[in-house]
């Protein structure tokens, strides 16, 4: 186990490597800096915005150059300041990490806990009325473009007026609610953009469980236990289940870092505050330091998710040895 993780955690390094390094390039290569909105302040003098270039480096367009300059500090856990924050930059990632974390593991949750019993029930009653409303669900959550569900259900809230718009609290009421209605409140945000979140990913998984599942059913053990006379409730949740599902698993990593992706553009239309919405505010203002950190954390993230799921499936087949 423990030769696993260091040989995970070091084949990690040549990915974070390589992602950031890509990212610089496109920041550096493409025109113009942050210093260019200064420039147009009066109020700011010209002496500062050359100090700034000189202590960042925006003055080269070496990408190489302004790489190292980046990575020799970062690798002793100076990620530098926000230029548009003015603060610590993993200051701010701390404040919006939870946020994330909060709508892609309720996304998981949605997705996965709706798809695998959805999945499992179409197969079991398979070319039956239960399969066809999956095989709907599945076509609606694979063509919908997640921007435009997102718009939707934007538009949805604004006309009903049953979930709120924008934002992860109610800004006015926070100071006076009771810790239960904070939580409340809470859920109550999370609603809309978990949904668009994990509607997309359960739609892949649940036709994935279908097909795993229809397979397992029709394998010789399955047909042997019910020739012994076990009921199909115990066949399937003792005997398939835990055979269809495993390959299941091994999209874990996947279904993370496709969430992380759908994130930044749920957070950015529902203004929920989380990394995806800070790497969008990075962005539009070429803040370097800030959206270096972001794409950071958001590798790291990545990297274990994919390390779960590994352990996930040497937990449920014990047959998979972490070698």
């Not at 958001?298 to 590994?310: H, S, T, W, Y």
């Amino acid at each position: 186990m423990k030769t696993f993780l260091i040989r995970r955690l070091l084949a990690a390094i040549p990915l974070i490597i390589v992602v950031t390094f890509i990212t610089k390039a496109m920041l550096v290569l493409s025109p113009g800096n942050y210093l260019d909105n200064l420039r147009l302040n009066p109020g700011i003098s010209r002496e500062y915005i050359e100090r700034m270039q000189q202590v960042y480096h925006l003055d080269s367009n070496n990408v190489f150059e302004r790489y190292w300059h980046w990575l020799w500090p970062a690798l002793r856990g100076d990620f530098g300041y926000s230029f548009l924050k003015d603060a610590p930059v993993w200051s701010l990632i701390g404040e919006r990490v939870f946020n994330t974390l909060l709508l892609t593991g309720s996304a998981l949750v949605f997705s996965w806990g709706l798809a695998i019993p959805l999945g499992v029930l179409a197969a079991v009653y398979h070319n039956r009325w239960v399969d066809r409303l999956s095989g709907l669900v599945s076509f609606f959550g694979l063509s919908i473009p997640s921007v435009f569900f997102s718009l939707l259900m934007v538009l949805f809230a604004a006309r009903t007026g049953w979930f709120p718009v924008g934002g992860i609290h109610n800004q006015v009421m926070w100071g006076v609610m009771t810790p239960w209605e904070k939580i409340v409140d809470t859920l109550h945000h999370l609603v809309l953009p978990t949904i668009v979140l994990g509607t997309i990913g359960m739609a892949q998984y649940m036709r994935q469980m279908r097909s795993e599942m229809v397979e397992t059913l029709s394998q010789d053990f399955i047909r042997t236990a019910r020739a012994k006379g076990l009921s199909l409730r115990r066949v399937v949740l003792r005997h398939a289940l835990g055979n269809a599902i495993n390959p299941l698993v091994t999209l874990f990593g996947f279904s993370l870092a496709t969430l992380l992706a759908g994130a930044l553009l749920t957070e950015y239309v529902f203004g929920w505050p989380g990394l995806g919405l800070l790497t969008f505010e990075a962005l539009e203002n070429k803040d370097e330091p800030l959206v270096m950190a972001t794409v950071t954390m958001l590798v790291i993230m990545l990297v274990i998710g994919n390390l779960i799921a590994d352990l996930l499936l040497a937990i449920i087949d014990p047959r998979i040895r972490l070698e």
